[in-house]
Every structure is written in C-alpha cells, then in structure tokens.
C-alpha cells in the first residue's frame, strides 16, 4: 500500500464516520425547534418533555460530530498538501465563512440554548432553536460549497506562473447550481434520518406504553418528516443526477453501468459491470427509461462510458478516467432502494395515522426499530456515489486525485494515523451509542417538574 492508497483510506474513513452524525444533527435541530414552537404556542407539557427527551439525543450526536469533523480539516494539510496548495485560494473561501459566521451562529445560540431555559422568555428561548437550526443548515451550505466547486469547478482561473486555482468570482462559487442541488438533498435527507430515528425510538416506547402522550406526539411527528422528506429527497435526487449527466457525464454513466452510447438509452435495473471488458455481464434493462430520467426525453442519447473514455484520452492524455463502476453502480441502487421503501413505509404510517391506528399497530413500529439503520447506509452510499464516482479527479476535469497527496508523507505515517483514528473512532462509536440508548430507552418522566412548567410560562 502506498502513500496515495493509505490517505485515501483514511480520508473516506473518517468522512464517513463523520458524515453518519452530520445528517442526524440537522434534522434533530430542526425537530427540536419545531416541537419547541409547538409548546410555546399551544402550553401543552407533552410539547415540552418531547422537546427535552429529543434535546438530549441530538446534543449527544453534535458533540461527537464535532470533535470527528475537526479531524477532516487537518487531513488537508497533512495528506493532501498538494492539493491544499493547489486549491487553498477557493476551498479556504467557503470553509472560513463556515467556521466564522455558520459555526459561530449555530454554538452561540447553542449556548444560549442550553443555559437559558430560566433566563430567556419562553419565545426568545424557541427563536435560539430555530437559530442553532439554521445554522447547521448554513454550515451544510458552505461545506457543500466546497464540495460543488470540487464537482463542478466554476469562477476561477489558473494561475500557471504558481501552479494553482486563484478564485476569480465569490458569487459564481455561491450560485453553483450543484452546491443548491447538494443542499437541498442533504437537508432533505437530514430530516428523513431524523424522522426515522425518531419512529423507531417511539415505536419502542408505544410498543410498552401505548398510551404516552410524548411518543405518540413523536410518532406522528415522525410519521410526517419521513413521508415529506422521502418524496422530497427523491426530487431532489432525481433533478440532481439531470446536473450530474450535464456536468460529470462520467459518473452519470458509472452510475447506470452504461458503456455504450445509445439513443434512446434503456436503464439497467439489474447488472453485473466487467470493468476489464468494457461491458455488463449479466443486464436486466427498461428500454428508453434511462432516456427519460436523464434528459425527459422519449429519444434522446446518453453517451457511455466507453466512448467518453475514449474523449477524455485524447483530452488529457492517457490514463483511466472510469471511476470503480461496480461500486458506484450498486451504490446508486442501495440508496435508492432505501428510498423507496421509506416512501412507502412513511405513506403507510400516514395512513394508519389517519385511520387512528399508528399507536397501537405494533408490527409497523417494530419494523420502524428494524429500519433504524435503513437512512444511514442511505446517507453513506450516496456520499459514496459522489465521491467515487469522481475519481481518478479531485477537482473535475482540472486536478487528478494521484496529483493531490503530500509528497512527503510516507505510507507507513499515514497507516500510523489511520490506526489511530480507526482506534479512537471506534471507541467514540461506543460511547455515542452507548449513550444514545441509553437516553433513548430511558424515555421521559411521567410527570412535568416544576422548574419546566415556570420556564414554560415566564415572559
């Protein structure tokens, strides 16, 4: 294993890791504002222990995400030097603004948060949530920034006298169509992880008590996240893979194992991609579909992998500019599987809500429990999708990944630090799930104190 190998392990390792508390953090903060608002306007204390119980499992989940998240910023100086070099004039732009205006907003109303339940108006107190939730949301917005640019690089120019990309136009950074088609799949499916984690926990607590007014608030708050957020995300996903066959067609045809250029183009549901031959060797396909989700058109061509590769040797010379297409083949589907069982599942609690029968269908919570982990490998498999489908480009089209590592590191430093954070990763898994389940099963008091109805009814 070389120097290249190890740092890219360690990079996708710890952005994984990192990224299974990400989508929790702003669909919880979200959750709990919205629950906030709801006791504040209607001074039911159900609204309040819901709000608290859910309060607890996502400062747990912000704590550990980040500390996990600080550890990705110093990769780039550490491992991939040659690309900080090469990038550091865009990349630095959105992730300063990140850390001094969104991080700041989201932990100073945090703060505020946490310690203002007896100082702060109960209206003043629920604006702090909305605020903590919008800056997460601002933060995802300028981390994608950076990621789109990455993706589709845009207003900049190359500066070959230095070797590196100078930033030419903040505003075409900002205004990255695939920075907004980014943002709002995240936050979408931000809230579904939540909506699912939150049907779980509630489905397991009313499967003992059936009768609690703060799980049965919960579930049917659940019901309605996962349901609004699965379409939306599907939309969002579909509207975004249209951007992706525009800007990275490469990936687009990984994605669909697509080798060949057709038209009109059928979509392969099932297949069995032979990198080595250029081809599928087993393939169940839809004729035409592929056609009509790229492009809405009942005709038009789709250009394969083959005839692209075949382009971009003769544009930058030679080289293998097919990313690992199995990978990113199946993880397409995985996660649009996920997709459409949690539209499904999320329709079918509505409609159990409507006919006044979600509480007591104990089959349907014990398949929420089951699906806990369903919005997870979704999340993963679709940063896995964008991520390796880009390879062998860390900047699109302008920076190859082999270009990008620290010429100086050794293989053996990076293992070194790679054992190291899978070590500490591992014991920071512990403890977040040990304490995630254990608050989880814990569940709220029977009674409200107090010091919870008085910081309810101040002004």
């Given at each position: 294993m070389d120097a290249l190998i190890a740092a890219r392990w360690q990079f996708g390792i710890t952005t994984i890791y990192h990224f299974l508390f990400v989508p929790l953090t702003i669909g919880l903060a979200l959750v709990v504002a919205i629950l906030e608002t709801m006791w504040v306007r209607r001074r039911d204390p159900k609204y309040l222990r819901a709000t608290k119980f859910w309060a607890k499992l996502f400062l747990i989940n912000f704590a550990i995400g980040v500390v996990t998240g600080i550890v990705q910023e110093f990769q780039f100086g550490m491992n991939w030097s040659s690309y900080s070099r090469f990038v550091g004039d865009i990349f630095g732009a959105p992730l300063a603004v990140?850390?001094?205006?969104?991080?700041?907003?989201?932990?100073?109303?945090?703060?505020l948060w946490i310690f203002g339940w007896d100082r702060l108006s109960p209206r003043v107190h629920a604006a702090c949530a909305w605020l903590v939730s919008l800056g997460t949301i601002l933060s995802a917005f300028w981390i994608l920034a950076a990621n789109a640019w990455m993706q589709n690089p845009v207003g900049y120019r190359l500066n070959p006298a230095k070797g590196r990309a100078e930033l030419e136009s903040f505003f075409d950074l900002v205004r990255n169509p695939m920075a907004w088609h980014h943002l709002g799949h995240t936050i979408l499916a931000s809230i579904l992880t939540a909506g699912v984690l939150m049907l779980a926990i509630s489905g397991w607590h009313l499967l003992r008590h059936p009768d609690s007014p703060v799980f049965r608030l919960s579930s049917a708050l659940a019901v309605a996240l996962v349901l609004i957020a699965s379409v939306g995300s599907a939309t969002t996903g579909h509207f975004q893979g249209q951007e992706v066959a525009k800007i990275q067609p490469m990936k687009h045809a990984a994605v669909e194992a697509h080798w060949e250029t057709e038209g009109p183009a059928a979509f392969s549901v099932v297949a069995i991609p032979n990198m080595a031959e250029g081809r599928n060797l087993f393939d169940i396909r839809i004729p035409r579909l592929l056609s009509i989700l790229t492009y809405h058109s009942w005709t038009?061509?789709?250009?394969?992998?083959?005839?692209?590769?075949?382009?971009?040797?003769?544009?930058?010379?030679?080289?293998?500019?097919?990313?690992?297409?199995?990978?990113?083949?199946?993880?397409?589907?995985?996660?649009v599987g996920v997709g459409f069982f949690l539209?499904?599942?999320?329709?079918?609690?509505?409609?159990?809500?409507?006919?006044?029968?979600?509480?007591?269908?104990?089959?349907?919570?014990?398949?929420a429990l089951l699906s806990l982990g369903l919005p997870f490998i979704a999340n993963i498999t679709g940063w896995v999708v964008t991520e390796i489908g880009r390879q062998p480009w860390s900047v699109y089209n302008v920076l190859l990944v082999r270009d990008s590592v620290s010429p100086s590191v050794s293989a053996a430093t990076v293992l070194t630090s790679l054992i190291g954070f899978t070590i500490l990763y591992g014991a920071l898994a512990v403890v977040d799930v040990y304490l995630m389940a254990k608050y989880a099963r814990a569940g709220v008091g029977e009674e409200t104190t107090p010091a919870e109805v008085g910081a309810g009814l101040a002004y």
């Open positions: 990140e850390g001094l205006l969104a991080f700041f907003l989201e932990s100073t109303f945090l703060g038009k061509e789709v250009v394969g992998i083959n005839d692209l590769q075949a382009e971009y040797e003769e544009r930058f010379g030679p080289g293998d500019y097919r990313p690992p297409v199995g990978v990113v083949y199946w993880s397409f589907r995985a996660m539209i499904g599942f999320g329709a079918l609690g509505a409609w159990f809500l409507y006919r006044k029968r979600l509480y007591e269908t104990k089959w349907y919570h014990r398949v």
